[in-house]
């Protein structure tokens, strides 16, 4: 039942009960971690009504999900638990998203959800995407010299990586059946919430896949179309790469290069390819639309938040570029700090 029989008032736990295990899953096919956020989102919420407000958990009702309640769990993930900016954005919007669709199932509902909707969490600092600059990312791609099938095999693995700007879990989840090599070429990436989309494939990256078909998958036409793309031998089976597997490839890749390129950052991960092919296409003037559907994302607002922290540099280029009547130079330099809070203004 969705309402107490006693004071026929909307019943939280039934409503949390049939959010966590029916809509998520079934309605919105949100995978096992991310409902697993939502439910450690909405279980902190109730620890700091327990804790700081001495509330038995049994009787926590929708009158607790006012805003001075809400108000004072910012402030105790903030002071007490110390937790990011970012994860405190997360528990607030697992909450708002909660009190949706408990909205939409109950219209008494409707004012505390639009309530709590005016909370925000607190801000975070913005900083600059982290990406590989042209000579950084030619010379991880080239870290593998090819005088091995593994060094081969890893050399394909970032380049595909690079040019699709994949998820790492997509590229692993890649098989045989993914690809279309036939004009125009393209492969068939299976990402969150298993949406598939389609990218596709530069003129090199389709020589280079060549190469590596005929030598990994021998007689391709034969072969199952379900065989990974990518993948390694265990105990006598072919077996998909991990991400852990790739991630490590990466980082050999790094250290190797980081020798002939010392520029390249300590800490290189996948996600920063992804990042780094993005933030590519960005400087050469793709729009943002495009860049989104090459990502996978689902609006633009998300790939504007990475990509549209247009570089420094970026921004100085477009001004010359836009003012080639001046020809004296100023008599005194705009310093970065000085770009930066031109760059901040509202």
């Avoid at 809400?70 to 909660?98: C, D, N």
């Avoid at 692993?172 to 298993?194: E, M, S, V």
């Avoid at 490590?248 to 950052?265: E, F, G, H, N, W």
């Avoid at 570029?321 to 005194?332: K, R, S």
Wanted: proline fraction near 6%; aromatic fraction near 8%; include cysteine.
């Amino acid at each position: 039942m969705k309402r107490d029989p006693r004071t026929n008032a909307p019943n939280f736990f039934s409503f949390a009960r049939d959010y966590l295990h029916a809509y998520l899953p079934r309605i919105q096919g949100r995978s096992p971690k991310t409902i697993e956020a939502y439910r450690i989102s909405l279980e902190s919420f109730l620890t700091y009504l327990s804790e700081i407000e001495h509330l038995d958990r049994a009787s926590v009702s929708f009158d607790h999900f006012e805003r001075q309640h809400l108000k004072g769990w910012l402030s105790w993930m903030v002071e007490q638990q110390h937790y990011t900016p970012a994860t405190i954005a997360l528990r607030l919007s697992a909450v708002h998203a909660f009190l949706t669709y408990s909205a939409q199932e109950d219209i008494t509902l409707v004012a505390l959800s639009q309530a709590a909707k005016t909370l925000k969490a607190p801000g975070r600092p913005r900083t600059p995407i982290e990406y590989l600059t042209e000579p950084e990312t030619r010379a991880v791609l080239t870290a593998f010299t090819g005088t091995t099938s593994k060094s081969r095999r890893n050399r394909m693995l970032l380049i595909l990586l690079y040019d699709t700007a994949a998820r790492v879990s997509e590229i692993t989840g890649l098989a045989l059946q993914d690809l279309c090599l036939a004009a125009p070429a393209h492969l068939t990436l299976t990402g969150k919430r298993n949406k598939t989309r389609t990218v596709p494939l530069t003129d090199k990256t389709i020589k280079h896949l060549r190469v590596y078909l005929e030598e990994f998958h021998p007689d391709l036409a034969k072969l199952p179309a379900r065989r990974p793309v990518f993948y390694s031998w265990h105990h006598g089976r072919l077996t998909q790469l991990s991400v852990d597997t790739v991630s490590a490839v990466l980082k050999q890749a790094a250290t190797t290069a980081r020798s002939a390129c010392p520029s390249i950052p300590p800490n290189v991960h996948c996600h920063m390819l992804r990042k780094t092919k993005a933030m590519d296409l960005y400087q050469q003037g793709i729009p943002l639309p495009i860049i989104m559907r090459l990502l996978g994302h689902e609006n633009t607002s998300t790939t504007a938040a990475f990509y549209a922290f247009a570089t420094l540099d970026m921004m100085r280029a477009a001004l010359d570029a836009a003012t080639p009547a001046i020809l004296t130079p100023a008599a005194e330099q705009l310093t970065e700090d000085r770009l930066r809070a031109l760059y901040d203004l509202r």
